[in-house]
């Protein structure tokens, strides 16, 4: 039960994350959706990080559900991805901006995971579970 919430407040968390960074990051005159694009790719990197800090028994497994189930996914949204997509595709004359939106978001996020890995991964090993 702890889990949950855990992952409970991590979510709610998150979310609000989510929605300020909304209000805070600028529309773009094409329709490019660059405050979803941000939250995902700053969810990506926060994964990644981590992952890599789980995998090295850094944290554990209550602050892994905490960060990476909880707060990653409020902040994340793969619907609104998927949704933003389909608006701008569906709006004339921006098909080639949907089709960089998916390319930036989907390469950016692999990236992002991967540059989390890395950075989790340069933290020192040591012999006490630092959250835990």
Request: hydrophobic share 55%.
């Amino acid at each position: 039960m702890n889990m949950v919430i855990l992952i409970f407040v991590g979510g709610a968390f998150g979310a609000i994350c989510r929605e300020l960074l909304m209000l805070g990051v600028p529309s773009l005159s094409d329709g490019f959706p660059l405050d979803i694009l941000a939250a995902n790719i700053i969810a990506s990197f926060l994964l990644g990080i981590t992952a890599a800090l789980l995998q090295r028994n850094r944290i554990n497994q209550y602050v892994n559900a905490l960060v990476a189930t909880g707060i990653m996914g409020g902040l994340s949204t793969f619907s609104s991805f998927v949704y933003g997509t389909f608006e701008i595709i569906s709006s004339p004359g921006l098909l080639a901006t949907g089709i960089s939106y998916l390319l930036v978001s989907i390469a950016g996020g692999f990236l992002a995971v991967m540059a989390g890995l890395f950075l989790g991964n340069q933290v020192k090993p040591g012999t006490q579970n630092v959250a835990g």
